[in-house]
């Protein structure tokens, strides 16, 4: 059974931060992908962070990049969004995906929201 949980979000002031987590199971971690995205209501889900299985190329959105940091722990089948110098846009709902590089199946967690505010 494929699992994707998301832990870690919540409320905070502006300026501060986060660590999400995602922890896997019941896939082939190392064959992923992973991403995070976000989604505010009445919006599309958004694209935030990826990173590559090996290589552990990553790529961002610009409004994040340079703010937020995501990493991966193949042994542990977990990877991370380290989110820094939050703002209120930065509030949404944040979802764990994994994106398998060769069939390109995808999996979603549940989501966790983050709120930023003062």
């Known amino acids: 059974q494929v699992q994707l949980v998301e832990s870690g979000g919540g409320l905070v002031q502006p300026g501060g931060s986060l660590t999400l987590s995602c922890v896997t199971s019941g896939f082939q971690f190392t064959h992923y992908v992973m991403r995070w995205y976000r989604q505010v209501p009445g919006a599309e889900r958004e694209f935030v962070a990826s990173i590559e299985p090996y290589t552990t190329a990553t790529n961002y959105l610009d409004s994040v990049r340079g703010r937020f940091t995501i990493s991966r722990h193949n042994a542990e089948n977990t990877a991370y969004l380290q989110m820094n110098s939050l703002t209120p846009e930065d509030t949404a709902v944040y979802y764990c995906?994994?994106?398998?590089?060769?069939?390109?199946?995808?999996?979603w967690g549940q989501g966790t929201q983050v709120t930023v505010a003062s």
């Open positions: 995906s994994a994106r398998n590089r060769y069939t390109g199946n995808v999996y």
